[in-house]
C-alpha cells in the first residue's frame, strides 16, 4: 500500500511540474480560422462580439451553434440573422428557411469567401478569388489592398485597408434587378451586396476575414464593419456559428479540461498513467475468473407472448398505435423531425432527410392518420400498415 502511494506522489509532481511549465511558458498565438465568438486568437470573432452590442443597443444577441433550418422557429419576425464563415453551403432545408425568414421582413448578415448550394442557385450568385482569376500570387503584388462604400447612404470617402492575401474575393454574378453594390475592392470589384427578397433584405460580404480580431482592431477598420451591420435593423441577432464550427456540442462533463491545451495534456497523462498503473497490478493480484454459463435470450420469446397476447384478444388498434409510436421516435431520433403536425411541411422535410419518395411518405403518413382516427381497425388494415412501416424502415435504412 506504502508503494501506492509512492506512486502516486511521483505522479502529482510530474503533473504539477508539467502544468506548471505549460502556464509560464510564453503564449503562442493559434492562426487557425474559426471565428468564434470567444476566440481571442488573430483569427476568432471576439472583437465582433463585443462591438456588436454598441450597435444593437437594448437588443439581444444570441449565439447557437444550429442550422438556419433548426432555429427558424425560434427567429424573431424582424430579427435579423448573422453569419460569418469560410463557405456558406446553403442547402435546400437552410436555404428555404433563410430565404422565408427575410421574405416576410427579416433580415440577414452572410459574410463568406464562397457561396454554394441551392442558396447560391436561387439567387445566381458567385464569387471569384482575384489572385487566382488573374493567374498572379500574393507575392508578385503590394501586401495591402483597400475597399471602400459606394453606396452613396454610406461614408464613401473613407478606405479601409487589409492583407490583399486575405481580402481576394469579389462576387462576379448576382441578380442585378434585385442587388445594390455596397462596397467595393480597390479593383472596383463588389465585395459587399445588398439584395431584396420580399419585404426584407440580405447583406452578402465575400470578405470574412475582415471581421476577425486581427482586422477589426487595426486602424479604422472597425468603422467598416460597423457601416455595414448598420445596414441591418435594430433588432434582436441570432449568431449562428454552425456553418464555420459545426454543432460544437461536447458530451463529457471535461469540456472546460479538454478545451485548454495545458489542462487536456495533464489529464490524458493522468489516465494513461493510472491504466499503465492498474495494468501492472492487475498481472500481480488477478485471480482465477471461473466461467459462467451465458445468459439466454428470451427477447424474441417475450415478444412472440405479447404480440399472440393482442392477436388473441382482437386488439388491433392498440397494437399498431404501438407501431406507430415506435415509429415517431425512430424519426426524432435519426431525423430530428418534430412528429407533433404529420403536415406537408412534415411529409417534405422526412422525403428529403429519409431519401424515400413524397409519395410513399404520403401513403404513409395517410395511413397513419387514417388508423389513429379509427375507434378500432380490422387485421388486414393492421398487416397493412406492418408492411408500409417494414418498407419504410428498409429504405431509409439504405438511404
Known amino acids: 500500500m506504502k508503494k501506492d502511494w509512492k506512486y502516486l506522489l511521483y505522479l502529482s509532481v510530474a503533473i504539477g511540474l508539467f502544468i506548471t511549465v505549460k502556464l509560464l511558458s510564453p503564449r503562442q498565438h493559434n492562426w487557425t480560422i474559426t471565428y468564434a465568438h470567444d476566440d481571442r486568437n488573430p483569427y476568432g470573432g471576439y472583437a465582433l462580439n463585443e462591438v456588436l452590442p454598441s450597435l444593437f443597443e437594448k437588443h439581444t444577441i444570441r449565439h447557437s451553434y444550429q442550422t438556419l433550418y433548426e432555429i427558424k422557429d425560434s427567429l424573431k419576425l424582424a430579427g435579423s440573422i448573422l453569419i460569418v464563415c469560410t463557405d456558406f453551403k446553403g442547402h435546400r432545408e437552410d436555404a428555404h428557411a433563410l430565404l422565408k425568414h427575410v421574405e416576410v421582413g427579416g433580415s440577414a448578415f452572410i459574410s463568406a469567401e464562397e457561396f454554394w448550394g441551392d442558396f447560391a442557385d436561387t439567387l445566381k450568385l458567385a464569387t471569384v478569388d482575384h489572385l487566382f482569376k488573374n493567374g498572379t500570387t500574393v507575392f508578385a503584388q503590394e501586401d495591402t489592398t483597400s475597399i471602400h462604400f459606394i453606396n452613396t447612404s454610406l461614408d464613401t470617402s473613407a478606405h479601409y485597408y487589409f492583407s490583399r492575401g486575405n481580402i481576394r474575393n469579389y462576387f462576379n454574378e448576382f441578380d442585378t434587378t434585385r442587388t445594390t453594390v ?176 413524397i409519395n410513399e411518405v404520403t401513403e404513409l403518413v395517410a395511413t397513419i392518420l387514417r388508423v389513429q382516427s379509427k375507434a378500432q381497425i380490422s387485421g388486414d388494415e393492421l398487416i397493412d400498415l406492418n408492411e408500409k412501416l417494414e418498407k419504410f424502415y428498409n429504405t431509409s435504412a439504405r438511404g
Open 182 to 357: 455596397l462596397a467595393v475592392n480597390e479593383d472596383g470589384k463588389p465585395v459587399t451586396i445588398r439584395v431584396k427578397w420580399g419585404q426584407g433584405n440580405l447583406i452578402l460580404n465575400s470578405t470574412p476575414l475582415a471581421f476577425t480580431n486581427i482586422y477589426l482592431l487595426s486602424r479604422n477598420n472597425h468603422e467598416y464593419i460597423s457601416t455595414m451591420l448598420s445596414c441591418l435593423p435594430e433588432d434582436d441577432v441570432e449568431w449562428t456559428e454552425y456553418y464555420q464550427l459545426g454543432r460544437m456540442e461536447s458530451g463529457t462533463p471535461l469540456r472546460f479540461i479538454l478545451s485548454d491545451e495545458s489542462l487536456r495534456w495533464a489529464y490524458y497523462i493522468l489516465v494513461l498513467s493510472l491504466l499503465a498503473f492498474m495494468i501492472f497490478e492487475m498481472k500481480r493480484k488477478q485471480r482465477i475468473i471461473p466461467v459462467l454459463p451465458s445468459l439466454t435470450n428470451t427477447s424474441l420469446e417475450f415478444i412472440g407472448t405479447i404480440g399472440n397476447l393482442y392477436y388473441q384478444n382482437g386488439d388491433h388498434k392498440n397494437a399498431a398505435l404501438k407501431k406507430i409510436n415506435f415509429l415517431f421516435d425512430h424519426i426524432r431520433a435519426k431525423f430530428w423531425l418534430s412528429t407533433t403536425r404529420l403536415n406537408d411541411d412534415f411529409v417534405q422535410a422526412l422525403s428529403a432527410k429519409s431519401g424515400i419518395a
